[in-house]
């Protein structure tokens, strides 16, 4: 059982912030890192794998720094985001190059295990050059298991792979996370974050913008306004009755250059507003043509979340 | 040396195309040896020439100076460059490996290559222009031996340091030790190149000044700079690389 613990963690690049004081534990269990693109999430990786030194603060493993210590591999795996490989070998031999770069006492043994795990026996003849983008991810997570590390860090894992793959390594890292290993995970989609990992935390423009369970995440994210622009046959009418309603807190009439209208509403209480809208539009007789979010664009969502 | 670093290492510094690459100018060499060795069965006054100045003219200016450090570059640079620009070192680094492991085993693979690609080639045209195994082509083959050493310990460390490794260690081998080395005597001094031809010089001894080998720094300086440079080299890699950050995304 192993925790990786980030204190007051800065690291920046010249003028670029890439990271601004982030405090977290990770202990056994699966960890998903959400966040938008740019976010911080590799840097924070890279800073946890012991590749990068935090600009301010310490990261640690079990109290021990891991910067420059090569000793932390042993208990370490890294599924890195970037593709590049020893393409002109297969993946065979890949494994077992990694297996005995670990210097593990059977790495045959150890080899076989990885590629059986990640189900890539199949292919294993071939030279890695030739696989798709799902098999690379999958040998490049027979590299990282290879040594049954304590801790496993991967960045983008899900990149690529076919619903099936997906479901079958969010299968294996939730095995992993049940037997007691640390496993932490970026990504960006939600969806995908919620369905394995037991805590989720939330970096937005390098910051820690939230942490907690899957339902603790989702609460935060739909109980923040949101924006609609709804169509119907009868606009202005519409638009009285929902500003009447206290699920929303503003409406706007706009009228585009073709000269058709739309309603702009910025609704509090998500929940309560798409149950009342089809009751109002029904009462009236009016017919709704399009109600269509606003910002629901993940950025959107996580820029409320740092700036609440 | 770690094994299996340098196995990968060659796995991906030989492929089909880089091999192709490093055959080229190796039988440029070879065959400009044996258009000369067949026009002196022709000519007497190249037979001569040949048996005189010839032989180390051409090892010299062909093999010291143009191929050992195009073919260093290219097995300097490219035992560890494309590793670190497409990530891949990552596998390497993310294991408890000593650095300075990596770096040797990187370094070992690029001198196996330059030996293969140039000091052998460089050997057998001695042999090819001389007929012999003689004073010139073991003369010619230790000093492409040291010369290749220490230029892929140069650009194994550029490759570490920099992007443009190529760009830089062609500004060096051309400009500097070919172009700056000929206008202004004092940049020789600073030249693997003159270096590795005051070997050549002592190991050919009193024929040296017959054939017109001279370098411009003495045998003692030439060894203990190429001695220095290579180790300094490598240290340095193996220093640059424990801090070598590769996440380049923000």
């Known amino acids: 059982m192993s925790t990786v613990d980030l204190e007051q963690v800065s690291c920046w690049f010249g003028n670029v912030v890439a990271v601004n004081d982030v405090t977290m534990r990770l202990g056994p269990g699966v960890t998903g890192l959400l966040g938008p693109n740019g976010a911080g999430k590799s840097t924070l990786i890279h800073m946890m794998a012991g590749f990068l030194a935090p600009s ?21 795996g890294l599924v890195p985001e970037r593709e590049g490989m020893y393409d002109a070998v297969t993946g065979w031999s890949f494994v077992l190059a990694n297996a005995r770069l ?30 798709s983008k799902g098999m690379k991810q999958r040998i490049k997570m027979a590299t990282a298991i290879v040594h049954d590390p304590a801790v496993l860090l991967l960045d983008e894992p899900f990149n690529g792979m076919d619903p099936r793959q997906r479901l079958h390594l969010m299968t294996l890292l939730h095995e992993l996370g049940e037997h007691g290993r640390t496993i932490l995970f970026s990504s960006h989609i939600l969806e995908e974050v919620e369905q394995i990992a037991g805590n989720i935390e939330v970096m937005v423009a390098g910051r820690h913008a ?15 306004p949101h924006q609609y622009t709804i169509r119907s046959t009868d606009n202005r009418m519409l638009a009285s009755a929902i500003i009447a309603e206290p699920s929303a807190s503003g409406v706007q009439l706009v009228t585009d250059v073709t000269g058709g209208s739309s309603i702009h509403v910025q609704a509090t209480d998500f929940h309560a507003f798409i149950h009342t809208l089809p009751r109002l539009a029904s009462r009236r007789d009016i017919r709704l043509l399009e109600v269509r979010p606003a910002d629901e664009s993940l950025e959107s969502v996580f820029s409320y979340l740092v700036n609440r | 040396m770690n094994a299996t670093v340098a196995s990968l290492t060659s796995r991906s510094l030989l492929g089909r195309r880089r091999v192709v690459v ?4 190796p039988l440029a060499l070879l065959s400009l040896c044996t258009l000369a060795r067949v026009l002196g069965g022709l000519d007497a006054d190249i037979e001569n020439e040949l048996d005189t100045t010839l032989a180390p003219d051409l ?5 010291i100076v143009i191929l050992m450090p195009l073919l260093s570059l290219i097995a300097g640079t490219g035992s560890i460059g494309p590793e670190i620009e497409d990530g891949s070192i990552v596998y390497l680094l993310a294991k408890p490996l000593n650095r300075y492991s990596i770096i040797v085993a990187k370094l070992a693979v690029a001198i196996g290559v330059v030996i293969a690609f140039g000091v052998v080639p460089i050997a057998v045209a001695g042999v090819v222009l001389t007929g012999e195994v003689g004073t010139v082509t073991i003369a010619y ?29 062609l500004i060096y081998a051309l400009i500097w030790e070919s172009l700056v080395g000929g206008l202004v005597p004092g940049a020789q001094t600073l030249s693997i190149q003159q270096w ?12 040296a000044d017959r054939l017109g080998v001279a370098s411009a720094v003495s045998f003692g300086v030439g060894l203990v700079l190429l001695v220095v440079v290579t180790i300094a080299a ?10 070598l950050r590769i996440n380049e995304q923000v």
């Open chain 1, 56 to 76: 301010a603060g310490t990261v640690t493993l079990d109290g021990r720094p891991l910067y420059r210590d090569q000793e932390i591999y042993r208990e370490v």
């Open chain 1, 102 to 131: 670990h210097k593990l006492p059977d790495p045959e043994a150890a080899a076989r295990r990885a590629i059986t795990t990640v189900e890539m026996t199949d292919a294993e003849g071939r030279d890695i050059r030739t696989y």
């Open chain 1, 210 to 224: 939230a942490s907690g369970d899957f339902r603790e995440i989702r609460r935060l994210m739909t109980k923040r």
């Open chain 2, 22 to 25: 490093l055959l080229l100018l």
């Open chain 2, 59 to 63: 090892l010299g200016a062909f093999g």
């Open chain 2, 141 to 169: 083959s230790v000093g492409a031996l040291a010369a290749g050493v220490a230029y892929a310990a140069v650009f194994l460390v550029l490759a570490v340091v920099t992007r443009n490794a190529v760009v830089v260690g």
């Open chain 2, 196 to 207: 590795s031809i005051a070997i050549v010089e002592r190991v050919m001894g009193e024929s």
């Open chain 2, 234 to 243: 490598t240290c340095y890699a193996g220093r640059r690389l424990q801090t």
